[in-house]
């Protein structure tokens, strides 16, 4: 059985970091990545990493977020610095298999003064 959680969440003032852990098991995972939602907004993507390391990012968090995994923990991590406003959200965690993919339930992510 396949398990998607999410770790690291919280309020934070604008121009903080936050790290992000995602833990997934129960399988073999090729790609991982963050998405969010905001309040009254679509899901969207924020970061994904393939299992070779290849990373891909929103244009509007290139250069303050950086995805990062350790395979041998089925770990993905979200460095998140220069937080804006912007950023708050619920961020999920997705894994993908090579037949399905997994949601995790979520951490929020509050960035406010």
């Known amino acids: 059985q396949v398990h998607v959680v999410e770790s690291g969440g919280g309020l934070v003032q604008p121009g903080g970091s936050l790290r992000l852990s995602c833990v997934a098991s129960g399988s073999i995972f090729a790609n991982m990545g963050w998405y969010r939602q905001a309040p009254g907004k679509q899901r969207e993507l924020v970061a994904i990493?393939?299992?070779?390391?290849?990373?891909n990012y929103v244009d509007s968090v290139k250069g303050r977020f950086t995805i990062s995994r350790d395979n041998a923990k089925n770990t993905v991590y979200l460095q998140m610095n220069s937080l804006k406003p912007e950023d708050t959200a619920v961020y999920y965690c997705?894994?993908?298999?090579?037949?399905?993919?997994?949601w995790g339930q979520g951490t929020q992510v509050t960035v406010s003064s």
């Open positions: 997705k894994a993908d298999t090579a037949v399905s993919n997994y």
């Open positions: 990493i393939t299992r070779a390391g290849s990373t």
